[in-house]
């Protein structure tokens, strides 16, 4: 009897729509969605030297950008600055008026490009051209009137269709130089970091790290040069962002109470105030040499160390990602919001040379695992936040945040960590797997590969068994040992899970391999609906796709099939 294979009985992605090169005979290297809903660009690094900016409401080609490097262009990321709190000012004859968290003035629209010419540039959207009308020295500071600000729906990138050089929109902003080959991967640290990072990385085995210490004006802070062979991928840990009042109702729903208006673990306005959980600040590398190395900033040494090396890979680390979506379905129903909060910590994924996609997360010091007993206690009798912010065992719930910074959850690392294995995802691939991507919305995670395969993973619950995350260890104890454990020392005791393939296709690009794939939120314009509610015959369309990016030099949309779309919903 055959061995079952984890591709039986899968359902395929249905295609959605493809994004045609404008140029021909040209590699798509990757695509990166802007990362907030209000502003739906989605940024294609291609061969011949450009980027195209796609308009992901009706997925049509906005601009190129052109002009700024001279080699191809091999990866791109955007400036992400938030969620900004608008706050009333006073009236005025005009009535009741608001503004944003930066005094009126909306953010700019900023895409970073690393290219095969060692070079990162800045770009800075700017429809009106303004920039193109000053000197050269005042290039480096200037107001976007083509901004975009979060509070409302969408903006309009396509106000001008007959510009006969689209690139002139761009303003390019800065050139960042220093590796001496070809830049891999880039990324922009989140928002509620205290500064505004870059981090790049490069085939001359260093990773770059950048700090912008005045507006478009870029300084190098550290130089990471660790790893043994080619850097391939760069990613910061993000932490998740949330509310009380959405883990609340999420947990309502879980325990089949209604959605709303139930009491429960939350209940007044407050709990709508964004936190971050597990948003410590972080950077991981994973290179050639077959490791994943993770930095911090440690304010002791006055620089950047390595503070963990993951092993257990057996070829090139292609890509990783962290984890920024809590799946409330691995605690016990019982779990509270408070307990979540203090336990939530991000897990981190990395696809490989060696066929396999791994899940890694942190393994707790003795003295951690102490301070989160301390906490959880803490959180059951229901005393997490005292009136200063503290909790009662004088352990602070939140650190400081800089102006509009949301507040994070978690406190600094310590000099060294220890990371271990959790799981590795069904093998499905039989050639390279060269970029994965975890769902902030639904925790579903994608991949692809030099196979021309899509593959997209859930994780699911295996009834009946639990694990002791505290210890790091699956416990060994009978379900009334685990709870007086549980009520005596503080632990929350995860039910066990398992990783299953629940949607795949094969020959994505044809006979072309993928180079990259990733999630694109797309806001609907009819959101406001419940999921699935049909409006004049039309169900209300998935608000977030699969992008994938090939050798043949096209980008294709795809969609979760219907049976994927109704049992995520049911499990968010």
């Not at 950008?65 to 004859?93: F, L, P, Q």
């Not at 979506?325 to 203090?342: D, F, G, R, W």
């Not at 590969?449 to 009946?464: K, Q, S, W």
């Not at 009334?480 to 690009?509: C, L």
């Amino acid at each position: 009897m055959s061995t079952p294979s984890p591709l039986d009985n899968v359902p395929s992605l249905h295609h959605h729509t493809t994004l045609h090169s404008p140029t021909l005979n040209t590699r798509a290297w990757s695509s990166r969605p802007h990362p907030s809903a209000s502003s739906p660009l989605l940024a294609t690094a291609t061969s011949d030297k450009s980027v195209h900016i796609w308009d992901m409401r009706g997925w049509k080609l906005l601009s190129t950008i052109a002009g700024g490097h001279k080699r191809s262009v091999r990866c791109v990321g955007w400036k992400d600055y938030g969620r900004r709190k608008r706050s009333k000012i006073t009236k005025d004859e005009g009535g009741d008026t608001e503004e944003d968290g930066r005094g009126g003035q909306r953010d700019p629209v900023v895409l970073a490009t690393g290219s095969f010419d060692a070079n990162c540039g800045l770009w800075v959207w700017d429809p009106e051209g303004n920039a193109a009308s000053k000197s050269e020295s005042q290039s480096q500071s200037h107001n976007v009137p083509g901004s975009f600000d979060e509070n409302i729906d969408e903006q309009d990138f396509t106000h001008d269709t007959t510009q006969t050089d689209e690139s002139e929109e761009w303003h390019f902003s800065t050139l960042l130089t220093g590796p001496d080959s070809e830049i891999k991967d880039l990324q922009f640290s989140p928002p509620h970091y205290g500064a505004n990072l870059l981090a790049t990385c490069s085939r001359d085995k260093s990773v770059w790290v950048w700090e912008e210490v005045e507006e478009e004006e870029w300084e190098t802070v550290a130089v990471l040069g660790e790893h043994a062979g080619d850097v391939k991928c760069v990613g910061w840990l993000g932490g998740s962002r949330v509310t009380r009042g959405e883990l609340g109702r999420r947990l309502r729903r879980r325990r089949g109470h209604a959605a709303e208006g139930d009491g429960g673990d939350v209940g007044n306005g407050e709990d709508e105030e964004e936190i971050i959980l597990g948003g410590r600040e972080l950077l991981a590398s994973g290179s050639y040499d077959d490791t994943i190395r993770l930095h911090h900033d440690d304010e002791s040494e006055g620089d950047w160390i390595t503070i963990a090396v993951l092993t257990g890979h057996e070829g090139t680390v292609w890509d990783l990602k962290f984890e920024s979506y809590v799946n409330l379905a691995c605690y016990p129903m019982q779990t509270s919001v408070e307990e979540i909060i203090v336990d939530w910590e991000p897990r981190l994924i990395s696809c490989s040379d060696d066929l396999t996609v791994r899940v890694w997360r942190k393994q707790l010091s003795e003295k951690e695992r102490d301070e989160k007993r301390m906490r959880i206690a803490d959180a059951r009798k229901g005393s997490t936040m005292s009136t200063n912010g503290e909790s009662n065992s004088g352990a602070p719930i939140q650190t400081g945040f800089a102006s509009s910074r949301l507040p994070s959850v978690i406190r600094p690392p310590s000099s060294t960590e220890k990371w271990v294995e959790e799981a590795s995802l069904p093998t499905v691939h039989v050639r390279s797997v060269y970029a994965v991507d975890w769902s902030a919305k639904t925790g579903l995670i994608v991949s692809c590969g030099g196979d021309g395969l899509i593959a997209v993973y859930r994780e699911v619950t295996v009834e009946g068994k639990t694990e002791d995350v505290v210890m790091n260890g699956t416990a060994e104890h009978s379900e009334n040992d685990q709870q007086q454990q549980q009520e005596e020392e503080g632990d929350i005791k995860k039910i066990k899970t398992e990783w299953r393939v629940v949607a795949t296709i094969e020959a994505a690009h044809d006979e072309y391999e993928i180079n990259h794939v990733c999630w694109a939120p797309v806001r609907d314009q009819r959101r406001q609906l419940d999921a699935g509610e049909v409006v004049d015959g039309n169900e209300r369309d998935d608000e977030e796709y699969i992008v994938s990016t090939g050798d043949d030099g096209e980008v294709k949309v795809w969609k979760l099939p219907q049976q994927v779309l109704d049992q995520t919903r049911q499990n968010l």
